[in-house]
């Protein structure tokens, strides 16, 4: 399937930079022939081996858990900064950022009647806790958060809503898209309708008792009522003893709070560029993570692409004309703190970013590239393909999604690129107890490791850049 569409596409490309190349130089291309030989040789040394790996192990075992806020979150702000500044990174520094601090405390989730059970569940990221005795009472099922709009407010009221909708696995992640608005607007849109409490089959794919965890979005508007995530056959088990029609009532406890918001900071590190250092190609990832695991592919795996391909770019004879700048940026996954902050400060700067990259849906492989440019700029991108087609990466579209950390970078206008990693089993381990070490496959992350250097290397190196795109609006 892939090979296909991969050829379909590269056979042109290749075409074109080969005729470009006859002539000894690619003259009035966007690289030269010794340009896209050094990514040719950087693709293949990263596909023999590289450090990702190490990086990664390295961050969850040393650090652990970082939720935003927390003495891991520190840690681990102080590992990134001996991190990029032990591999010989330039202009190693942080930036301040103050970020929200919730804590998640215990969590008790069962079904009283008809017939008693325990179920495996965890606090929605960012729920208030319950009153100290818990909250008991009848449970109201809804299929969709659209469902449970359209219901009357006096059905809902005084009830613990369960919104029963299962995520659909997909390669590309499309089915998290369709499905995460439960976690994040179901507790505002349950208690505008009068629920004392929401409950959420998990949105995650994983079949195996573990709840998914993940941020809610308060309105300002609605009352705050607390919010939990059960697993998938947990969800299941809810669902059989409320098939009868007859009234299920649910028992919830649960410790979460709120504490006063708390210092990190974004993790930065440079390789210069040779000619036109203030030109930047941004990679990025994400330092923080939840709380209930090492956050490896969450997104452990993420810095350790990014570092590991700007580290090889180093390396490297021929420097890139451009900055290569890696930015680990602070809670991306309560309230995008890192990179709001990251914008913010940017400025006028803004307009000196090139290219935006970010590493954060798992381990890889990367599959397709897929791109934000000025239309101009899409032969670029297809030239990149090519390098990349021996290592299965196939074209996409000019639709990407940027990653949380640098949309606000999109939205002002500075181009990116999309390297779509597999998401075909990351909704299976997302912010669960099981984002550790184990899920993380070496020759998947080189692959990755691969995909990024060689974007990251070409468009630091390319003789035009790749235009603006246009500001959305927000
Ligand atoms: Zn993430």
Known sequence: MILQSRSA?????????????SAGRCVGADWSEQDLAAAAALRDKAMSGTRAFEHVSSLVTEVGPRPAGSPGDAAAVRWAMNRLGSLGFSH????????PHWVRGSAEVSIVTPFPQTLVATSIGGS?????????AQVLNATSLDALSALP????????VFIDERMQRARDGSGYGATVRNRSQGPSVAADLGAVALVIRSVGTSDDRIAH?????????APRIPAFAISNPDADLLARQLQPGKPVRMRLK??????????????????????????????????????????????GAGVAIVTEAARLISKLDRPPARTVRVVLFANEEFGTSGGREYARLAGDEIARHVLA???????GPVWRIE?????????AIAAMQSVLAPVDVASGANTGDPGSDIRPLMNAGVPILDLTLDGTKYFDVHHTVNDTLLKVDSKALDQSVAAFAVAAYLAATKQGDFGRVAVEVK
Do not use: C
């Open 357 to 363: 990259l970010e590493a954060d849906f798992g381990a």
């Open 128 to 136: 208030v806790g319950t009153p100290d005795e818990g909250i008991e």
């Open 9 to 21: 596409f590269a056979i042109p490309v290749f075409a074109a930079v080969f005729s470009l190349m």
């Open 371 to 379: 791109s934000r440019v000025a239309a101009e700029s899409l032969p």
């Open 92 to 99: 190693v520094h942080t930036q301040d950022v103050l970020v």
């Open 254 to 299: 649960s410790t979460a709070r709120e504490l006063p918001p708390a210092w990190s900071a974004n993790v930065i590190g440079e390789i210069p560029g040779h000619d036109r250092p203030q030109e930047i190609v941004l990679l990025a990832a994400h330092l923080d993570s939840w709380d209930l695991a090492q956050g490896a592919i969450d997104d």
């Open 213 to 221: 965890t993940g941020g809610l979005n308060y309105r300002a508007d």
């Open 153 to 160: 407010p006096a059905s809902v009221k005084g009830r613990i």
